[in-house]
């Protein structure tokens, strides 16, 4: 409590202006713990009806910004309480029997942070569902795959696409992971040491939709991993955000001018009239700086603390706060941009200059007339130096071209074509017009399910 | 390849120096790669046999000393293929068929951290194992319990102890969680594409232990969330370890003095000859630093890189192989500390210079009477102010004393002791003995398990 | 400009949320643009005289709370000359000649961080010297010393605070450093290019207060080093609170008490009446990690960016104004709370439980008779682990016991103190009261300097 | 000392595998201790001449590689002062008279990175002459300038590549400023205290070509802000690197096509034999995140550490190594990469595929003409959409078409063309040849004073 406590103070402690945000959850928890005080009979029948009623009309008041926050009552719990205690009196002191705000606060971040990480993961099925469309709808667009962004070999659009797909699909299943460690109830660990009351902690796991019971008490209102977990896959989630962001930059450039973003999500420019600048995809780059730097936060206050509870622990609360709006916004606007998405076509065929991405293919067909394929590669290497240095494509060779590199040329060397790289590409995982459609299949299937 | 350049570029592109610790993973997705394609009929039985018996002999020539590793050759991959060359002539150059460095690294990787993830599981139940053995020789130690590095409540040494044993059961399901991302088979990715050659994955999964085959090419050979996950679960373990740390430090300082470590584990001073320095604890917690800035470092490297390869992941290696090392040898170095740890139980008990620890049990006791909790709360607080301001401690009041805050106090709360307070705690989770026991035998049998 | 997006975009690239914190700057720097064209008669002295009338009533309307932010809007650029444009038609519209918002925000930032800078300086500047009092008014307070949190040799409480003082000091020169290399002016960079326009940015330079003007344009509006290096120099100043927290922290422990800290800069707790918790310290230690995290945050932010301008710069901003703000709250708080302290003198001194710190004395006193360092070192030691084993201080040792371990030791030897340790270390930057007073008298030199 | 500990120990605190790399400065602190104590009559000139010998020629075993560094001797100085025992018997014992381990290792690292800073100094500068260089050779070729990645305002090439030239000037004045800040002699500290013997610290500074002495023995061996602050001046240049390494990958790639670098700095694929990627700058991208991590690394390990020496500090020297062997090598490899650099003047100029970028000049000329920015900005803002819908050029516009959009534009429009863009921005910083062949001129200044 800060009351009595100069200004400076006041600011530099109280969490109210952030902690505010878990209110729902910290009337949840607190009807959950009068209902239990009652049925083992702490307290009253009666004085849990007045709690839980005046706990209800709190709540109502929060969300019709009827409230009035105090920064002197510190955080949200000795808000709600004096509140409480406004309206009950004396009865309003009952509520926090056989209760610390060290395993309070402890509830409210997991009750929090449990809702956090479902909606994270619809939002993630979102994401993939738009990647999916794009997908489904562009399946025969050939573009250069590339390594070291050189112009590697042809892929299908749509397999590129769904390497995101499988990225998000890893994002969902850690998300998953997190859940389920942060689905455990601490409350009942008091301070620090348990509590000397005859609480029953099943019966609150149960009202609060815990599937789990913390087994020790020091370390349940000491432990922020969860909050460290979500902090990580949020900021993995982040990297592969920024990843894609970097191909849609690169992408919408003069240079490339694959696609077209819909105009709502670009922005032009005050001195530059012409530009379409890529704003949501630069902006998620560079909120993954963010991200990261809240994880390392987190990961830096919580070194080196003794057992139990340090006020430094109050310091998880903004920095994943930031993590799960950024994620959610980023999430979100990727989702609806990817919509608006329009693929330039002819810009995606014309990239392929040359034909020189056919090499590898080139290097597998001696390879199947025999050649090890170590020996083919370096034909083909010499093959592709000669080639460049005439400023020639493959195609354009001759055979008796060829067959200065190797006899084992025939007509058939005509026959690659970038269409004729993508088939022959058709292993699980591969980028066959085959292998995509069963992927395609795969992934419709999964963001059907509930994410 | 680096043949032909100069000096700097060779020392600064050759990950040789560090990727050779990955030969024996490289040489067994070899053989299972040779197999394969020989049972695909992709290069003959008798090439692979050849090439089999090559590649063993490699293995012994490395694990020999005999092996000449060449920077100009690069990697791990050319270095052994080389060799392989130098052996079995054009042959060797059949087994590179259907692969490229793209996939095999992603492979070896994999196969590498999957091992590592396992004995990292095994180092933390010992470390667990460790743990649990100080706290079932201590049950009955009661130690202040601290929030805020201030004596809040007693608690039970073992139960302190536990809380430790818990962050590191955390530890592992989080591992495990991390090793099932890793069990996935990118090799077939080729370099991006997936490859030409109709080889069989599922057999090289079932051969290489694999539980799952990659889905899409150009994720398979790009994708780092497994050495990234890997850095993250050790950060918190890493984190859980400086949190243990600080406290050894704490409770061998001179001020404390509730344990001794065994000398081994201490070290003297160049200049103060009567100092025992916790130095294994003090490095554990400094290398959190390490171990903090290798994840940060991963997630800053893959940050916005396009698809597919790129060379900036070469620095994956180094740092994941730094990690853990550094948790490996950490965890070794803890796990044999905690077995020499001494309780100066003298120590620990006079710890108790007052019993103002007992406080909220008094706030109980009047709650019990009938008063509201934050009434009792009240009437405590002034009293402690009162006890302290006289110097004296709560059980050295007289009953009147005490009635001048409350009439409800009675002779019963005399009753009112470390044990007593202690031993009310017995809810799950708490730290009475009773609850204590059954802990330390649910963590008896996790240790138990295989890890 | 945002007009017409949809709501989750508008939410998503809007700066107006934070940047309308630099409307000042932004306004500032509008009127030395104004005034600079009016001069180059790019504009008529007409114009700019209205110009600068709307802004300055614009800053006023913003300083009362009358503006009207609007994120459809974007920024603070816009949202002033759409004000503008309200007051004073197509006028308004000659402001953003030869300027760009990529030169403008550059501007905006290096004005408001050269402010924030100095305002740093000064709250450095009434931290030591809160540090200063405390020493210089407990000047004969002797301590232990320790390394590895073990007692070491004895050393003059003063000594220990003033190295917390040198520690702030090198602080400050950083942050001049810093201030340095943001006192430059990127105004005339236009977009990235340069503008087409007779512009006189000297002028502008000693309008706004700059020593320097850019000399690359495309580095002028792309460059955020200035941010970064606040960002890195305060992580070091937190870096600092974090070890001067930590021994406050450990000071105010019940098994320390060397000092009490005035109640304003303590909580209590909600279920412990008994508890005076060091808040304000331990919450200063963990925001450590969030002015760490911010600046991973701005580096990975800038990470392989392009020139020029990218959408992803724009947030330097809310980390740098986190940090800086923490740093400014957090400074504040430790000047305050540093002055509240109260030495617990008896505990001080109890705290030295055996006179063992006095080790090095002693074998300084033998190398002095003769003895090599080495030697005496060992001698030392053996007597050491006798006075350990036999529970006894050196002083309680007779001197035929002394002579046991070195003939050397003579009558004198009982002459070793801690007071004539701390006189002993009479070298300049040494603990001695001499050398702690040259100290003194130099610090309160350096705070008297304006900072 | 860690004799008789066992391996796993050993090999965890042991810290000779790295700390002997700095044998030359503890040598070299040695030899001026060893001159003082002489000088000071704290031993006798004899002694300190046979350790001088002695010291000499230990460092030569040691360059000679004949020395054999002992792990249980734990660090550096341990190895050498044990040998000088070995070669002197028990005089070497007096070389330790008046120092600590905890003085020296601080004198230690702050002589080798006063070399390192100076040496990365003339790297700074070495890259900076290749920029320049290249910059030279190519004054006259206009490339597109890009904000958002999306094709802005022409600029000259030589102009882009000082934004280079410049950012790495503030990181020589950085890493100056941090030198200044290293140059600071600890010596004479000892533990913690200062040292018991009249030694002159003035003429050690002076031996050791320092240029101040620390002022606290307490702040002295604990403080490691010199380490922190090379590596955050380092993270800095490689965040300047990492862009400048983006933009040689995009300048390389397919769709760009700008620079081609020379053969020695691009490696091949192992299955793609057409390619030639840039692997040396990807790598330095990639390595930006070790360098971030490193900072990150030491600044976590620095986190609230109480006064004064902890054996956490032993951790800053491998991530400072670490960066600055990453840093040395990639300075030179991009100077020498930059020295191969060809520019691909056709594709450069190619890359213009519509003249939209002079959209700025034609607003501009709109200006000159009297509209007030703001409008001229809308109309040029309509023309642009109307030449983009009809796929036709700014020039390829009849005047009529012009005046559609105003009356202003008259047959002058005709007038402005990528040339009359550049010749512009005559404004010192931009981009009018004028202004570079400035800006090259002072830059040529500034490579060829001293770095």
New interface residues.
């Given amino acids: ?2 009351e ?3 200004e ?2 006041k ?3 109280a969490s109210i202006p952030f902690d505010r945000r878990l209110f729902r959850q910290d009337i949840r928890g607190s009807l959950a713990h009068a209902k239990m005080l009652a049925k083992q009979r702490i307290i009253t029948e009666d004085d849990a009806a007045a709690i839980i009623k005046g706990l209800t009309s709190i709540q109502q008041e929060i969300e019709q910004g009827e409230f009035q926050f105090r920064p002197e009552l ?1 955080d949200i ?2 808000n709600v ?1 004096t509140r409480l ?1 406004e309206k009950l009196g ?8 056989a209760r ?3 395993d309070q606060i402890a509830l409210d971040m997991r009750l929090f942070l449990k809702e956090e990480t479902s909606r994270t993961l619809t939002r993630l099925n979102d994401l993939q569902s738009s990647l999916l469309q794009l997908a489904e709808a562009n399946q025969d667009v050939i573009m ?12 299908l659009l749509a ?2 696409l ?6 998000l699909q ?1 994002d969902k ?2 998300f998953r ?1 997190c859940l389920n ?1 942060t689905d455990v109830l601490p409350l ?12 029953d ?1 099943d019966f609150l796991a149960r009202e609060l939709g815990f599937g789990k ?11 922020r ?1 969860f909050v ?2 979500f902090e ?1 896959a949020s ?2 989630t982040m ?1 592969h955000l ?2 894609l ?3 849609i ?2 992408w ?5 001018g694959f696609i077209q973003i819909g105009e ?2 670009t ?14 995809a ?2 998620a ?6 991200v ?24 998880d609360k ?2 994943v706060f930031d993590t799960l709006d950024t994620l959610d ?2 999430l ?2 990727f989702a ?1 941009m990817i919509r608006t998405v329009k693929v330039n076509v002819g810009r995606v065929r014309a ?1 392929f ?1 040359k034909d ?2 056919l ?3 080139l ?2 067909y001696l ?1 199947k007339k025999g050649l ?4 083919a ?2 034909v ?2 010499e ?2 130096i000669y080639a ?1 240095n005439n400023d020639r494509c493959f195609r354009e060779l001759t055979l008796s071209e060829y067959n200065k590199f190797s006899p084992l040329f025939g007509q058939d060397v005509y026959d690659i074509t970038l269409e004729s ?1 993508i088939a ?9 017009l085959q ?1 995509v459609q069963i ?1 395609l299949a ?1 992934a419709r299937q999964l963001v059907e399910r509930t994410p």
């Fill in positions: 409590m800060l009595g406590k100069d400076l103070v600011q530099y402690l510190e719990h000795m309480e205690q004396d009865i309003a002191g009952k509520l926090h029997t610390s705000r060290n250069p795959g590339y390594t070291h962004l050189q112009q590697a070999q042809p892929v397999h590129h769904l390497a995101y797909f499988d990225m890893r299943e850690r992971d460690r009942g660990s008091g301070a620090l040491a348990g509590v000397t009351y005859a609480i902690r019971v913390s087994t020790n008490s020091l370390d349940a209102v000491s432990d991993d460290v977990e990580a900021a993995l990297m920024s990843r962001a970097e191909e930059i690169l919408t450039s003069d240079e490339f709502a999500y922005t032009g420019s005050s001195i530059m009239p012409q530009k379409r600048n890529p704003d949501v630069e902006l780059r560079g909120k993954t700086g963010r990261y730097g809240n994880l390392m936060a987190t990961l830096t206050t919580m070194k080196a603390l003794p057992l139990a509870y340090n006020r430094d622990m109050q310091e903004e920095r916004l980023s979100q606007a609806e990239a200059r020189y991405v090499a590898t293919d290097a597998d390879v090890p394929f170590r020996e590669h370096r083909v290497s093959l592709s460049m790289s022959a590409r058709n292993i699980p995982g591969g980028t066959s292998q992927a795969r």
